[in-house]
């Protein structure tokens, strides 16, 4: 079973930065793609960045030059450097992890199994 924590959540100023990470335990050798989500208040949550095990990186157009996504296979952690903060980042932030996607869906919901329980952003 695997367990996702995310942290690093806070209030910053718009064009300020932030890093997010997600620490996970149990076994997570077999999780194929990992990703950041953003939940406001809509009806759904929305992919923002992924990473798959090749290294591969996929941003939704609205993060694009702006977030980073990355790992420490070491410390089993996922990061997601957030620069250039703007209003419309505020929301909660889930890390996921799922065991195998189609490429062309990595940043829909759907396909992942594993949640971490979220961390707030707030852009002012």
């Known amino acids: 079973q695997v367990q996702l924590v995310e942290s690093g959540g806070d209030s910053v100023e718009a064009g300020g930065s932030l890093r997010l990470s997600c620490r996970a335990s149990?076994?997570?050798?077999?999780?194929?793609?990992v990703g950041w989500f953003k939940h406001n208040g809509g009806p759904a949550r929305e992919g923002l960045a992924t990473l798959d095990w090749r290294g591969i990186t996929a941003y939704a157009d609205s993060v694009k030059g702006r977030f980073t996504i990355s790992k420490d296979n070491a410390k089993n952690t996922l990061y997601l450097q957030m620069d250039s903060v703007k209003s419309e980042d505020t929301g909660m932030y889930y890390c996921?992890?799922?065991?195998?996607?189609?490429?062309?869906?990595?940043?829909?919901?759907?396909?992942?199994?594993?949640w971490g329980q979220g961390t707030q952003v707030t852009v002012s």
């Open positions: 996921a992890a799922a065991l195998w996607l189609i490429r062309a869906s990595a940043l829909r919901t759907n396909g992942y199994t594993y």
């Open positions: 149990g076994d997570t050798s077999t999780m194929q793609y």
